[in-house]
């Protein structure tokens, strides 16, 4: 309730913010643009003077402020907390309200950020901003210059409004993740046509210089020999004795030829006796594999397959290294494929570095880290990338668990 109201008026004036509230949101899906309109209106409906609007990045457990009313709108983008720290990191990691009436630097709760001026402010109210499923997504606080005991009522009132606020932010995430999507599909739809054309050069290539050439030689030492055989049979015994070799070399190419373009034989062993024949087919590579036994939908498998594949291959081309970790494993909702090498590592920062439509480097196989990235995208997950020169390597995967059964193929 609103002080120096009455609880019809108080409950007026409430009704008249969440609909207000309302009002904001459904206006669009700028999720920047709303939180800020929320954080006014909110300092205006409550009769205070500050109001903070905080998101939580689940994956780097950080708090970023993202909505704030003036003067603080300027530092939007450029607070962060981390969860457990602060008044509004505590409320984060505990999921409930907290308030301080006054005296805060009393309070081991609080920490002082001097951009946001917490000496001009006596009481604060901070509470979380909690999705109808109770997914945390952020924090909602809210700071008085005089000094003030906020009732019951204020908090009711404050989580109502972090209740619609957080409906509002789980729309423009899952709104932005579709659009993000999308995109990777087109951009991934424009490379596997590419990727194909320069397979086809590849195989081309493969086998004119390869295959073809061996092949011709065969003929002309089989020739040789069937003509040595009457008068020199010892000759036409060395002709033939070439013409083998060279059968098996041409045998041999043909079996890589077919390799590299064969999709492993997931089905047959599963991804984890995959990923373990895989590592083992680098005879460079000291490859250590943790790979738990899961089984999921097809292209997600082929996707792990295939960016432990390239990892591998980087790790064997560029790294040096002494020995690599390849591990697979499944926490609740999401499989991590994880290659880690402790070789060369390089600048994850310069500009060859392929980055999805960037102008990363195209060698034969035209995969690479910005396809890695691509596939990444495209099965809604993500790859991180740490490395620094003289520092290794480690390239991580992270995608939405898809069990066999919903696969839609
Ligand atoms: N494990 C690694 N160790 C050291 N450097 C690496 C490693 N992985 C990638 N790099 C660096 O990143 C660059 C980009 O890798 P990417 O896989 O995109 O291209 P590429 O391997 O050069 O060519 P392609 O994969 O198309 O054949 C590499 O050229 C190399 O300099
Ligand atoms: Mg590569």
New binding site residues.
């Given amino acids: 309730m609103i002080p120096g109201l009455g609880a019809d008026a108080g409950a007026e004036r409430e009704a008249r913010l969440l609909s207000r509230v309302m009002d904001t949101i459904s206006a669009g899906l700028d999720l920047d643009r709303i939180l800020q309109g929320v954080a006014a209106l909110v300092t205006e409906t409550t009769d205070t003077d500050v109001c903070f609007v905080h998101l939580l990045d689940d994956r780097a457990r950080m708090l970023q402020l993202r909505g704030a009313t003036p003067p603080f709108d300027t530092l939007v983008g450029s607070v962060e907390l981390a969860v457990g720290e602060g008044v509004a990191g505590w409320v984060a990691d505990h999921g409930e309200p907290y308030m301080i009436i006054d005296n805060k630097t009393a309070d081991p709760r609080y920490r002082y950020i001097p951009a946001l001026r917490g000496e001009d402010y006596t009481s604060m109210l901070s509470v979380p901003v909690v999705t109808p499923l109770g997914h945390l997504v952020g924090v909602l606080n809210v700071h008085t210059r005089e000094r003030r005991e906020f009732s019951q009522a204020d908090v009711d009132l404050l989580r109502s409004v972090a209740g619609l606020v957080a409906g509002a932010i789980e729309n423009a995430r899952l709104h932005r993740r579709l659009a993000d999507r999308e995109e990777a599909l087109e951009r991934f739809a424009e490379r596997t046509v590419e990727w194909q054309e320069q397979e086809r050069r590849r195989l081309a290539h493969e086998i004119h210089d390869g295959i073809s050439q061996r092949i011709v030689s065969l003929f002309f030492h089989l020739s040789a020999a069937a003509d040595a055989i009457p008068a020199d049979p010892a000759v036409a015994a060395e002709q033939v004795a070439r013409a083998q070799e060279l059968a098996a070399a041409a045998l041999d190419e043909a079996r890589s030829a077919i390799a590299g373009l064969r999709p492993p034989v997931l089905d047959d062993l599963g991804l984890a006796a995959s990923l373990d024949s895989l590592a083992h087919s680098f005879p460079t590579l000291d490859v250590r594999v943790e790979a738990a036994e899961l089984r999921m939908a097809e292209h997600a498998e082929t996707a792990v397959y295939r960016t432990a594949q ?2 591998l ?3 064997a ?5 002494q020995s690599v970790r390849l591990r697979l494993s499944r926490h609740r909702d999401r499989v991590v494929l994880e ?1 880690a ?1 402790d ?4 600048d ?1 920062a ?1 500009p ?3 980055s999805p439509g960037g102008p ?13 990235r691509e596939r990444a995208e495209l099965l809604g997950g993500q790859l991180d ?1 740490a ?1 620094a020169p003289g520092r ?2 480690t ?1 991580r995967l992270t995608i939405p668990f898809l069990p066999a059964a919903q696969s839609a193929g």
Wanted: aromatic letters at 6%; proline letters at 5%; zero cysteines.
């Fill in positions: 390239e990892a291959q980087n790790v081309k560029h790294a040096g290294a290659v090498d070789g060369a590592g390089f994850t310069a060859s570095v392929g990363g480097p195209a060698g034969p196989t035209g995969f690479g880290l910005a396809g890695m990338l490395a290794g390597t390239v």
